[in-house]
């Protein structure tokens, strides 16, 4: 199969308008017997349904949720970027534009990457147009801040909780088509399979969370928005319902799965403390802004503090390591998340770890709060700081925080062209279920920006284009073979499952998978380990159809959709592993020990791996092949970034 | 730590519930609520006995999934605190804590400690937003929006419509969370141009819906886990009175 | 979906919130009038003279009643449709919520309680007075239908009933104490600025209206008969 990246023709600035301009339309009348299913309902999955209904198209929406509206998109904090300029700081859509593909590590398209930069700015009117309620200024408008070390205030906010305004907004538009007729939403549905009809994506097995009954639902084209699979991971900052399943059998039944191994480790989330944990809370990067990380110089000093005889207030200024304004002079405290996130895991491995575990290092306040105030620092930081004593029980104001990075978003995900089909006819992929712009390291506030430019603003349009020609086509019956076979399929992988009645939990099996990757393909890789990692997930998962313990019960089972999606994780942790052991360069939130500079920077190999990995499924028993789209850039000089 | 719990435990939406006891050991301290139930739940899959069901996500305050009525307080007794956010240190060692679903005739159960709170969606279907579509809005500063009222519409579309304010309400009235709603957009030029039809659609809608009147007992506010503020209701009030005054929407 | 004719329950909510908010004037104006009976006993009868059974008072009168039965009536429509939205299964555990008066979540009690009291105090008062005027019968006990303070000094002359009386006014003031704020809340005047003034206000006009009435059964059942006139 070869990859098609269906660029449009042009130049750069100039290939999304031309696209627009020539792309196949659906009159209105034909849109009426047009069926669109959306699988998730994030920022992205909420605004492509809103935008297919108010187009006219019939919309079925599916969330694994009781309720759209609580989709992870929700727990976003920072911001969203968009090229606005408004405070008329030198910012424009080409330099929006540039950042993203300099600061995803010159690993991601730059055809998309500008149409996102392009679209930014319609995102932000259209929000302020739903009345999300965004940050402003005395005079009335609309406030930015900077974030994640970008040289340009383009982020636009609201409080700490931007993720959640702007999904309300989408879920409220998409509310507003539930009402009017022309979406209609599934809660407490989890999709376990496509259905494929003569090579084109016509429909999904979707499984009732509460009756346990397994629904067939049809359409003209399916779009997957069910978000990353950073749980394959076990702990990360992602829900306890995130999960990969859906691209994962996506990826099963022919659409490519691009750049697995690119994932996102977040510098600023709370320590674990315990293996009862289920999930890592994360501190909004800006955090960074004013608070300073440091461990003790003294390796004693750093046991003592593990042990606790001694206090990170009994540490003299002298005797802290500022670890990162040391290493990176130029950057400091807000050097890009990948870079933070390495280099506190090298301190802790060095032995100057903190916490009674020793993964932790301090962010400390102490400086900010004697240059600000304790008021100010109040005002900006306030409810993470309070968040932060809830979790911790210490007060940041006088004891430091201590942060350790954990997983927060995966880069990774299907393989999807120009219009966010995957290779798959009538697969589309949206949001963070997508490669497509983020490269090998997404960018700060780039997350919303994205989900939302693929719902609103690229969807509406391609997905015309596809349907263009389906217009003749009539609505599906799910009596058809295919779906009798696709739900026999899931029928007997449920059946495999409660047959195994074995004696370890699924929540057991999921740690261990946890600890292997974290392990081998977490923030620093190397090739002994990931193959140690391929060699260790294939036995966990053989040890998982041996001995998982899923009880058999008539309608909801918690056990077993746990189950379902950790066999998916089994079977993608695999996939991450091949493709960072592959991949012998390092690169954004890709880090091979391997390949890197003497003083332990990044070492990216654009000769050779200047390329996305795409993989496609050949077998449960055989290997993935893997296809590789070059990249060009025709408008960006590469370099090698540097923050000090 | 040692926990004895009283569990709600109910089959489905027509059985009869019952409350069962569990006794737990060495529970860590630092662990959160619903860790402390995972743990319980662990041991039970390996007893083969059912889990407990209930509802969560995020685990960090903020997607609104979890919630249980934990010693007589939705989301337990502390302040602007989800179930996800409390942790067993709050509790003392040997305590009994009983734990119930909410309980609302709007709120059906499905399982154990799980309820069904869709109808608070089918109260935002009916108004809860502002009707534009995709595309053909103006430049976003086109209309300066005063800060105090941006702030006070953020304050209010805080809401993680949760439904404690149901819950703890003893008229199982969604006036909280329906004037959150009502609120953040009448506080915006971009929302006051349909706050009419909006303000009288949504109070509909909720009375349809089965939900009891308010009694401004301000129960609600004192157990929102994100501090919704009763003025809200008051907002509502005035703008549904001027509403039916001046435009009453047609039957 | 449940679907429930006639008003809406804001304007359920409104209708409450207007006829107590009459109610709670015609307390003021009534309670202020009782405070006369203790400066003046002449003037106290002027007043019961100025009212007695002329048309104004009547009409009044009619008016009042039926505020007051409307204000019953919803009390009741509105109290069975919320416990009716509790659903059939109540908490187990239940605990008072911080910053929740008793009052407001019991107003439907306390209200059947102070209308009780006052269905003695028509009895003791009113029956005896403007209802006799109308009738034209003059009371058994022989005191003139408007010698208001004659009346006064003989009902509370009697322990039980003072006490009776006192209690009576008691839970008319945990009923004002969340009333008044409410009804403030109700027509919408409340708002982040003035929400704290508005509940002290409620409690203080709620602790006004009481003394006023409690002042002149006080006075009347141990002050004046120890005073030597």
Known sequence: MELNSRIPEGPLTEKWTNYKASQKLVNPANKRKLDIIVIGTGLAGASAAASFGEMGFNVKVFCIQDSPRRAHSIAAQGGINAAKNYPN????????????????????????????????????????????????????????????????????YAKGQTGQQLLLGAYGAMSKEIERGTVKMYARREMLDVVIVDGRARGVIVRNLVTGELERHAAHAVVIASGGYGRVFFLSTNAMSSNGSAAWH?????????????????????????????????????????????????????????EGKMKATDIPEEEKDYYLE????????????????????????????????????YLD????????????????????????ERIVDENPYVTPMMIYPAVHYTMGGLWVDYELQTTVKGLFAAGEANFSDHGANRLGASALMQGLSDGYFVLPYTMQNYLADQIGVPRFSTDLPEFEQAEKEVRERIEKILNVNGTETVDSIHKRLGHIMWEYVGMSRTKEGLEKAIEEIKKLRAEFWRNVKVPRREGMNNELEKALRVADFLEMGELMARDALMRNESCGGHFRAEYQTPDGEAMRDDTNYSFVAAYEFKGDDNEPVLHKEELKFENVEVKQRNYK | MKLTLKVWRQ????????????????????????????ILNEQLVMKGEDPVTFDHDCREGICGTCGLYINGHPHGKFKNTTTCQLHMRKFADGATITVEPWRSAAFPIIKDLMVDRSS??????????????????????????????????????????????VATCKNGSAMLFVSAKVSQLALLPQGQVEARDRVQKMVARMDELGFGNCSNTFACEAECPKGISVTNIARMNRQFLAAKIAEPLKK | MKNRKGLSSITKKLIMAITGGCLVFFLLFHGSMNVVSIISE?????????????????VGTIGLAAMVVIHFVYAFILSFQNYRARGNQRYAVTERQDGVSWASKNMLVIGV??????????????????LAELQGVAPSDGLSPVDGVGRIKMVFGNTYFSIMYLLWLAFLWFHLSHGIASVMQSIGWNNHVWKRRIEWLGKFFAIVIVAMFASVVLYYWLIFPNLNV
């Not at chain 2, 937003?129 to 800060?147: E, F, L, Q």
């Open chain 1, 365 to 388: 306040f102490k400086e900010a709060i004697q240059r600000l105030g304790r008021k100010a620092v109040e005002e900006k930081y306030g409810n993470l700081f309070e968040m932060y």
């Open chain 1, 89 to 156: 700081d030198g910012d424009s859509v080409w330099r929006l534009f540039h950042d993203t593909v300099k600061g995803g590590d010159y690993r991601a398209r730059e055809a998309n990457v500008y149409r996102l930069a392009e679209v930014s700015n319609n995102i932000i009117d259209q929000c302020v147009a739903q009345g999300v309620p965004f940050a402003r200024e005395y005079g009335g408008l609309l406030a930015n801040r900077s974030f994640g070390g970008a040289q340009v205030s383009r982020t636009f």
């Open chain 1, 250 to 306: 996506a990826y099963k039944r022919g659409a490519m799965m691009a750049n697995p191994c690119f994932t996102q480790i977040h510098p600023t989330c709370i320590p674990v403390h315990g293996d009862y944990q289920s999930k890592l809370t994360l501190m909004s990067e800006s955090l960074r802004n004013d608070g300073r990380i440091w461990v003790p110089k003294d390796e004693k000093k750093a046991a003592l503090l593990r």
């Open chain 1, 326 to 361: 040391r290493r990176y002079p130029a950057f400091g405290n807000l050097v890009p998340r990948d870079v933070a996130s390495r280099a506190g895991k090298e301190r802790c491995d060095a032995g100057y770890g903190v916490n009674n575990t020793g993964r932790a290092v």
């Open chain 3, 42 to 58: 002449s003037g106290y009868n002027w007043i019961c003279e100025f009212l007695g059974a002329n048309w104004y008072a009547v």
């Open chain 2, 11 to 38: 089959k489905d939406n027509k059985s009869k519930g019952k409350f069962v006891e569990y006794h737990l050991d060495n529970v860590p301290k630092e662990a959160s609520f619903l860790e402390m139930l995972d």
């Open chain 3, 113 to 130: 309680i102070v209308i009780i009291g006052l269905g003695l105090h028509l009895y003791a008062f009113w029956a005896k007075m403007q």
């Open chain 2, 120 to 165: 608070l969606d089918k109260l935002i279907q009916s108004g809860g937003y502002v009707s534009v579509r995709t595309g053909g809005v103006p430049d976003a500063n086109t209309i300066p929006v005063n800060k105090h009222c941006a702030d006070l519409s953020m304050d209010a579309a805080a809401c993680i419509g949760c439904g404690a304010c």
